[in-house]
């Protein structure tokens, strides 16, 4: 399958706090051919600390991408039928605009000056990249997390471009403690000195805030079954406990592991933005009903949940799926049995991939 | 009620580590009075931050004890009936040796030099505790979360003098999601530059990393309902999101509080120390079988665990019964209803109360 890599430059957008950002870059690859009709694109959407690189192996970095799983030919996302299109999100640190974007104004990384983000300005920008691509209307919006908020977003904002969507492991709103969990996660990037007011490229990068926020992470995409599975109470190298404070157990260990790693593929300022906007993202606007937010989208819906993720639990996806029905919409839903907890969607694919290959080719029968 | 606070220096102690601590003291406080009997006395043990202030006014600090809802004349534990005495644990830093303690090898605080430390450690001090107050045989030894964790290890290491034990909200060994809170908490105090490799006495406290590592633990302490209900997405003092990284939700404000006010109240390397002995602790010593682990225990056993509780889920009250019923060891068990997650054992005490006044009046009955 050959992966198509680009950055598209556009002038400015206007952003939902009054600020604009002048220009924007969004890096974006694409899988598959666009047909004669401009009907079979999909476009998918990237969870948090996801990027651009979706499918395929990345000519730049010789990795797969993070849902090579699910796109390729033969795969849910069927290469060889639909023209797939994942683009990095605004404020991201993978090719499109973000905190270590140079300013133009100053020349230097915008850091902290860079403007506070939502999931709608996220969709804004993806938005002009599908105008870009001469696409009139998306065969259907879909991604996991992050991912299905921007999902669920596009189906309200641009009701006509979008034919279908399926918001995977998702919310139409973080709870308290979605947005605890967040919370964490700056307080111990902001905690880290390295940190510096967000000043810190070309120098010590807030490493050690930054392996601890993505530990945090880490514990809230797993489930208590899939870590006593995966890790259960081994020790990590001994046969003993050592008494100190280095690693004894394979967990630890394993933290640890994730947490370093992180902090060279990540932007610490990209972090905060981003979880923000996750966390400011509420389809209802704070007022009204969530079946009232839902009223413009035309979309048919396939929704998703697994059955052990506690990060976006299902009765926040089952929360949807009423309101989608009180407006009549069609409306597919399956809780999957998955041992995964959130990652699930990223890891749990077969029966995914059965229900998203079916209910892709129902909607582009219908659509043709 | 009379609070009778005290200290008591012992010689020695010798560790599981193979180390030993000399000389190590004990701060206790007792609520009513020992019988002529001597077998009305209740061992109450406090859960990781907690201290020996289990119930009244301190004199000290005039704030209640972390119990004081369930100690007292006509509670759970009815000062008018029991003699109930609640030790700071070994490790501790409200007047029980540990790492802030002097070293009387060097005249400074231990610490980083301090001794590894175990939950089978915290109870042989707190027998040496009983023994000094010359009681034979506790009524009962009880506590939430790592207090179970005593209880069980005292039923089992020293069964002659446990007529009862009542563990709540608690395990008889970690899981890996388990020991994972516990690792982020224990890297958010190791990253601060300020922990200086817990050599940080008397010069600026580790603050920000030890109020990173409390905020995960009060998510974990709350339910996703209790959270729900207390925060919401309810706004701090403003009307819209602020599009900066100060406070925007109650729920942030609520953590960044509780953050910064347990800097004033523990010490960082206690922190790491008490969490180590928690994530080691395991009744089977990772061999055999739970119930041939609980083969020594002679006491009757009230088991309670609460529904919302998600950091000690009630699964792992429930293996313990069955283990404690494979050795026909007396046990009931209750699963209480509640809302606040692991909080549950500490503010809601109503079922809890009535549970435990009628379970040590019947022991109590049968031990005369």
Redesign the interface.
């Known amino acids: 399958m050959i992966v198509e890599a680009s950055v598209v430059r556009f002038d400015s957008i206007a952003l939902d ?1 009054g ?1 604009a950002l002048a220009p924007v870059d969004v890096a974006y690859e694409t899988y598959g051919q666009l047909n004669a009709a401009r009907n079979n694109a999909i476009l998918v959407l990237h969870a948090f600390s996801g990027d651009a690189h979706a499918a395929g192996i990345s000519p730049e970095t010789g990795k797969p991408g993070w849902w090579d799983n699910m796109i390729g030919p033969g795969k849910a996302f069927d290469t060889n039928k639909y023209f797939v299109i994942s683009s990095n999100v605004l404020g991201g640190c993978r090719g499109t605009t973000g905190p270590a974007s140079i300013n133009p104004a100053t020349g230097c990384p915008y850091g ?1 000056s860079f ?2 983000i939502t999931i709608s300005d996220m969709v804004r920008l993806e938005k002009m990249l599908i105008d870009k691509l001469g696409i009139p209307r998306l065969l259907s919006v879909t991604g996991g997390s992050m991912g299905g908020m921007q999902a669920l977003e596009w189906a309200v904002a641009y009701p006509d471009r979008v034919v279908s969507a399926i918001p995977i492991a998702t919310t139409t ?5 979605q ?3 967040n ?2 996660g ?3 990037i ?4 390295d940190w510096n007011g967000g000043d810190y490229y070309g120098k010590q990068l807030p490493g ?2 930054l ?2 926020a993505r ?2 992470g ?2 809230t995409y ?1 489930s ?1 079954d899939s ?2 599975e ?4 081994r020790l990590r190298g001994k046969e003993n ?5 280095d690693v ?5 260990s394993y ?2 592991y994730r ?1 370093s790693q992180f902090v060279g593929r990540f932007d610490a300022n990209s972090y ?1 933005y981003i979880t ?1 906007a996750m ?2 993202f ?1 389809l209802t606007n ?1 007022q009204g009903s969530l079946a009232a937010a839902l009223a413009p989208a035309q979309a048919r819906f396939l929704v998703i949940s697994f059955s052990s993720d ?1 990060l976006y ?1 299902s009765y926040q996806s089952q929360e949807t799926v009423r309101a989608l029905r009180a407006r009549n919409c069609d409306v597919a839903y399956a809780e999957l049995p998955s041992n995964y907890g959130h990652d699930s969607f990223l890891v749990d694919v077969a029966e995914q991939t059965e229900l998203i290959r079916g209910f892709l080719a129902n909607t582009l029968e219908r659509a043709s």
């Open positions: 706090s600020a902290m403007p506070g709103r973080h709870s308290a403690q947005i605890a969990f919370e964490v700056r307080q111990a902001m905690a880290d000195p050690r805030g392996a601890v530990m945090v880490h514990i797993m208590d870590m006593r995966k890790f259960g109470r406990f050592g008494f100190d404070f004894d157990f394979e967990v630890e933290l640890r947490g905060l923000k966390d400011y509420d704070g506690w639990p």
